[in-house]
């Protein structure tokens, strides 16, 4: 078994190679997150949606900057520079994601799956929209300071949303800045995340829904400036919805752990 810890925008994760029986997963998760190296922690396994690599989250759930982060990683593995596109399948999605790697500019963008619908949820007495994700749901806190009481009552109606993780996105949409919460039942872990994919792709791909009324656009694009980094987001639209979601940055391998 090998630990490989890699770093998307400050997203550090912790990729474990090598076979880790279903029962150990969350234990082992846990000491790696305890050690606070890792925000989160994937094991790759074998594929098993005709790929060529595999990777399941610590609890079962979708993560943006972990596929991205198991696409590099492949990629260094194989080729050592150059620009390659690697297929990896990941919990939460049904088909492999494409992950877009640049060796030689430390740079990795995954294609990410669309958004499948808009919930809506009332978080002392107010309404708040929530993306609903392939594995994962973001509560899109716009305008609102980060606050961890907030975040508390809102994972308790999250809940009945039955879902492998929710976020708490807290977007300030007129500085483009965004932090990020994230909490999975399976590890029973809630992380204040240094940056968060596919909750960077949740507040791109809400943000574009009006921007393609008003606009009448076809592509639109963003940058989240995060705890731990920047992530870009790019929405193609198609007749005013979301034909394909693209999410990436730089990114970096961590060899000091």
């Known amino acids: 078994m090998k630990i490989q810890y890699v770093n998307p925008a400050g997203n550090v994760t912790a990729i474990v190679e090598g076979f ?17 190296c890792a925000e989160q ?17 610590m609890g079962g759930e979708f993560c943006g900057n972990a596929a991205r982060s198991f696409g590099y990683l492949k990629a260094l593995e194989a080729y050592g520079g150059g620009v390659h596109t690697v297929n990896v399948e990941v919990s939460g999605a049904e088909v492999p994601v494409p992950v877009l790697v640049d060796l030689d500019k430390s740079t ?36 609102m300071q980060p606050d961890a009481d907030f ?19 807290f977007l300030d949409a007129r500085k483009g800045t965004l932090t990020p919460a994230v909490y999975v039942p399976t590890t029973d872990s809630l992380i204040w ?16 829904q009006a921007t393609a009324i008003v606009d009448d656009c076809d592509v639109s694009g963003y940058t989240f400036k995060q ?5 870009q987001v790019e929405i193609v639209l198609k ?17 000091n752990v």
């Open 193 to 208: 995340e240094s940056s968060c994919g596919s909750g960077s792709v949740a507040c791109g791909w809400y943000l574009s």
């Open 151 to 169: 975040v508390k009552e809102a994972l308790e109606v999250m809940e009945g949303l039955k879902q492998d993780a929710y976020g708490i996105m």
């Open 41 to 57: 922690v994937g094991f790759e396994t074998a594929p098993a949606l005709g790929g060529l690599y595999r990777l399941e989250m």
């Open 20 to 36: 880790v029986p279903m029962a150990e997963r969350i234990s082992l998760s846990k000491k790696i997150l305890d050690k606070k």
């Open 108 to 143: 990795a963008f995954a294609q990410m799956p669309v958004p499948t619908r808009l919930e809506v949820v009332e978080v002392k007495g107010t309404a708040y929209p929530v993306v609903m994700c392939h594995g994962i749901c973001h509560l899109i806190a716009l305008g």
């Open 239 to 255: 007749d005013g919805k979301a034909n394909s979601c693209t999410m990436g940055g730089e990114i970096s391998i961590i060899n």
């Open 227 to 231: 705890p731990g980094g920047t992530i």
